[in-house]
């Protein structure tokens, strides 16, 4: 066994260079990284919460982290974490244990406690971009509870991030630690952004560029919606084959795209194969970083297939 942390990094360094293993390190949160400096230099926060279920009209906000830090806009390049803030809140009603179940988290640890609205404020005061690796999930809960992230764009690490193009077959965290080559106890609030930072800071794919440059390039761009509106029953197995969803309150099927160009092409196909060649009048969102993920409705528009 070695017997010190320079025997086992050595250890893990030959056993790491052959190729039928591959060695993974904890995560180290204590490793200080060098300030950036420059004009482009920017504040950015990674946020992450724990809840007592999914459902974010009903469900509450049990634990909020948030990890501030600094980057460069141009190149992408990660610097110092700035400042963090982990705080429990009772949520007023009992936990679920099916919810205890994945973060461990029970109703002793809550009881009387609430989350510093002053300090989370005081952390985002610069920050010009929240990132999140679910924002659908986590935007929804804190923007009621915290009113301050409803004026702050947003970017989504899990969606935004063809992390697949990048060979890696799973967006979940814990996997794309894995292979970033680290380790680290996941399923709290505060470890999860940190993981999170390490794995921004870590080069995409074959490119160079850092992951937090591929989701600041996309958070910029704008995203679309398009509604499927009127469309016959029984194209709701094509249009779920496509990639649609379904939207129950509106009672419409509904698809994501990133460009104009992207709408062109799906209009067409639209047109031809679930409106049988007819033409007839969509509605279009446009949505940017600051209505993404918020749940409310983008700059509408009415198009023709």
Same mark, same amino acid.
């Not at 800071?201 to 499927?228: I, M, N």
């Given at each position: 066994?070695?017997?010190?942390? @320079?025997?086992?990094?050595?250890?893990?360094?030959?056993?790491?260079?052959?190729?039928?293993?591959?060695?993974?390190? +904890?995560?180290?949160?204590? +490793?200080? !990284?060098?300030?950036?400096?420059?004009?482009?230099?920017?504040?950015?926060?990674?946020?992450?919460?724990?809840?007592?279920?999914?459902? @974010?009209?009903?469900?509450?906000?049990?634990?909020?982290?948030?990890?501030?830090?600094?980057?460069?806009?141009?190149?992408?390049?990660?610097?110092?974490?700035?400042?963090?803030?982990?705080?429990? &809140?009772?949520?007023?009603?009992?936990?679920?244990?099916?919810?205890?179940?994945? @973060?461990?988290?029970?109703?002793?640890?809550?009881?009387?406690?609430?989350?510093?609205?002053?300090?989370?404020?005081?952390?985002?005061?610069?920050?010009?971009?929240?990132?999140?690796?679910?924002?659908?999930?986590?935007?929804?809960?804190? %923007?009621?509870?915290?009113?301050?992230?409803?004026?702050?764009? !947003?970017?989504?690490?899990?969606? &935004?991030?063809?992390?697949? %193009?990048?060979?890696?077959?799973?967006?979940?965290?814990?996997?794309?630690?894995?292979?970033?080559?680290?380790?680290?106890?996941?399923?709290?609030?505060?470890?999860?952004?940190?993981?999170?930072?390490?794995?921004? +800071?870590?080069?995409?794919? %074959?490119?160079?560029?850092?992951? $937090?440059?591929?989701? $600041?390039?996309?958070?910029?761009?704008?995203? =679309?919606?398009?509604?499927?509106?009127?469309?016959? =029953?029984?194209?709701?197995?094509?249009?779920?084959?496509?990639?649609?969803?379904? &939207?129950?309150?509106?009672?419409? !099927?509904?698809?994501?795209?990133?460009?104009?160009?992207?709408?062109?092409?799906?209009?067409? !196909?639209?047109?031809?194969?679930?409106?049988?060649?007819?033409?007839?009048?969509?509605?279009?969102?446009?949505?940017?970083?600051?209505? +993404?993920?918020?749940?409310?409705?983008?700059?509408? &528009?009415?198009?023709?297939?």
């Amino acid at each position: 066994m070695p017997n010190s942390n @320079h025997d086992a990094e050595s250890l893990a360094a030959r056993l790491g260079a052959h190729p039928d293993y591959r060695v993974l390190r +904890r995560l180290d949160t204590s +490793r200080e !990284w060098p300030a950036l400096a420059g004009p482009t230099v920017r504040r950015a926060a990674i946020v992450d919460t724990e809840t007592t279920g999914t459902d @974010h009209s009903v469900d509450k906000v049990i634990e909020l982290a948030v990890v501030a830090f600094e980057y460069c806009a141009a190149s992408g390049a990660v610097g110092r974490v700035l400042g963090t803030y982990d705080g429990l &809140e009772d949520p007023g009603v009992p936990i679920p244990a099916s919810s205890t179940a994945i @973060h461990g988290i029970t109703d002793a640890m809550v009881a009387g406690q609430r989350i510093d609205d002053r300090s989370v404020a005081s952390l985002l005061d610069t920050a010009g971009l929240v990132i999140a690796h679910n924002a659908g999930f986590d935007r929804k809960f804190l %923007e009621p509870r915290l009113p301050v992230f409803a004026s702050l764009p !947003w970017a989504c690490s899990w969606a &935004e991030v063809p992390w697949s %193009e990048a060979g890696i077959e799973s967006s979940k965290l814990e996997y794309l630690a894995y292979r970033a080559g680290f380790f680290y106890e996941g399923h709290r609030a505060e470890i999860d952004c940190l993981a999170l930072l390490e794995v921004l +800071r870590r080069p995409f794919g %074959e490119s160079g560029a850092s992951a $937090l440059k591929v989701l $600041l390039d996309s958070a910029r761009a704008p995203s =679309f919606r398009l509604w499927a509106t009127g469309s016959p =029953f029984e194209s709701k197995d094509v249009l779920k084959k496509r990639g649609y969803w379904w &939207e129950a309150g509106k009672r419409c !099927w509904y698809g994501e795209f990133r460009s104009r160009e992207e709408i062109a092409v799906e209009l067409a !196909w639209l047109k031809e194969t679930v409106f049988g060649g007819k033409s007839v009048a969509l509605d279009v969102e446009e949505f940017d970083a600051k209505s +993404r993920y918020s749940g409310r409705d983008g700059k509408k &528009e009415r198009v023709r297939t």
